[in-house]
């Protein structure tokens, strides 16, 4: 910009609009056309160069959390549903084989967690002093396993469903062998805090992980190359959304899930959370878009 002209810069304005309203058009009437998505990277281009902000610049960041964000999340909806899917399939048929079979079940938990359960005692409980180490450990093992999720995707999708359906599998069985012991509703109890957003961060990752795999296995009209830069640029912003949830659901794990406060509460503080980030991801930057339609 700094090299252009003061005409070339009028010129700039003038093209951009132009080809604003060429890309107006072909989404209307060529939603699917590889050209409508060559024009949009352009148009994006271009609009970093037009209405260029300095990189710290608050309103740049307001715009990106209050609308590209969420929008980014939204689109990649799809993905994260089938990271849903996978994920319950895995532990629903596994929490029925754990009922069926509570012995070979039983055998996919450690020796102490087994002596632990035939003593009527969860594994869960996290000593006061321990919390402020327990709950970053908790935060950077979330964070691997979403990481996994999300570069699986470079292996086609590979490790990313199997990563899917062995922490559903692993669920699903540990719920049917403490509920053996009579114990499912401690379990959920202490879950009922961190568990929307915890399964959500994983979900959403997931997600972001079949992105890249569909971006891999079905370029469609692009370049397999092109395909999985804007598949990766879409799931990259995913899981900026991730690692923060991640973080405040391992700081509810570390301190709220074992603490003694009452079931009801953990349970309060899991719905609002998980209203809370979903509401941002299905509701946020909507309202504006509807207010500049009408």
């Given at each position: 910009m700094a090299r252009l002209s003061a005409d070339d810069v009028v010129e700039l304005g003038r093209l951009y609009r132009v080809t604003t309203g060429d890309l107006a058009i072909a989404r209307r009437d060529f939603g699917r056309d590889v050209a409508t998505e060559r024009l949009n990277d352009l148009v994006a281009a271009a609009h970093a160069l037009v209405y260029s902000e300095a990189p710290?610049?608050?309103?740049?960041?307001?715009?990106?959390?209050?609308?590209?964000?969420?929008?980014?999340?939204?689109?990649?909806?799809?993905?994260?549903?089938?990271?849903f899917a996978i994920f319950m399939l895995f532990a629903l048929v596994m929490y029925v084989v754990g009922l069926l079979l509570p012995d070979v079940a039983a055998n996919a938990l450690s020796e102490d967690t087994r002596q632990q359960l035939a003593?009527?005692?969860?594994?869960?409980?996290?000593?006061?002093?321990?919390?402020?180490i327990a709950g970053p450990l908790i935060i950077v093992n979330n964070v691997r396993v979403a990481v996994v999720l999300f570069a699986g995707g470079l292996t086609a999708g590979a490790l990313t469903i199997y990563g899917l359906a062995s922490n559903g599998a692993m669920l699903g069985t540990i719920f049917a062998v403490v509920q053996g012991y009579g114990l499912a509703g401690g379990l959920l109890a202490f879950i009922a805090g961190h568990g929307a957003l915890e399964l959500s961060a994983i979900f959403l990752s997931g997600g972001a992980g079949l992105r890249l795999a569909w971006a891999i296995?079905?370029?469609?009209?692009?370049?397999?190359?092109?395909?999985?830069?804007?598949?990766?640029?879409?799931?990259?912003?995913v899981m900026l959304l991730v690692i923060p949830v991640l973080g405040v659901a391992g700081l509810i794990e570390g301190f709220l899930s074992p603490s003694g406060a009452s079931d009801a509460m953990k349970a309060a503080v899991g719905i609002v959370t998980g209203a809370m980030l979903w509401g941002y991801v299905l509701l946020t930057g909507r309202q504006r878009t509807i207010r500049r339609l009408l």
């Open positions: 710290t610049s608050g309103r740049r960041l307001r715009r990106f959390l209050l609308g590209e964000l969420p929008a980014t999340v939204r689109a990649n909806l799809p993905w994260t549903g089938a990271s003593q009527r005692q969860l594994w869960t409980d996290i000593p006061e002093g321990f919390r402020p296995l079905r370029p469609g009209e692009r370049s397999r190359r092109d395909a999985l830069r804007l598949g990766s640029a879409q799931a990259s912003r």
